[in-house]
């Protein structure tokens, strides 16, 4: 069965510093791998998604980035976090054949103070 | 106007009640529709999806879904302390090869006993 991992799960960074957020898939080859962000009360906003090594496409222009440097690794980064970056950050995969369901890991929530 | 409207609640009921969730939507390509829960703190889980119209059924859980009216809905039986959490509506078009999901804000649903 696939299984989708976020970490940390917790974060508190100080505004300015950099970010990296790390999703692994397991149990699935070549997945669509997605970032999300979910302010407080709020409904999901994509950030990034990848439909395959390398591929990366953005949502949202912003201070953020992603990379994907293996099939089930999905990286989300920033060189100098916001306190708008503040928020519950959700990495998802979904098969992205013929089917349009998305599965999603844990979270991380990220507190910039 | 947002693309995809859901009442954000809060919704209270007494277990054992009938539970309807609900979302309208305006973009008639959508054709693939799930729901998702989300408890506090934790990453939303995919509950139900159907294509196009008509009715699901999954034990106690139902989505029913009027592509004439643009509307789609969850009908939660028997409802228990257990089922509180925030619903997530989510749709796609399909034939959308990164399969990216509109989702609406969600329903903070709370099931008393």
Redesign the interface.
Known sequence: SQTIHQWPATLVQPVGSPLSLECTVEGTSNPNLYWYRQAAGRGLQLLFYSVGIGQISSEVPQNLSASRPQDRQFILSSKKLLLSDSGFYLCAWGTGQGSYEQYFGPGTRLTVT | QKEVE?D?GPLSVPEGAIVSLNCTYSNSAFQ?F?W?RQYS??????LM?TYSSGNKEDGRFTAQVDKSSKYISLFIRDSQPSDSATY?C?M?V?A??????T????TILTVHP
Not at chain 2, 103 to 106: E, P
């Open positions: 859901q954000p693939y799930m998702y703190r934790k990453g939303p889980e995919l999806y997530l989510a796609s399909v959308s090869r990164y399969g990216k999901l989702f609406g804000q969600g």
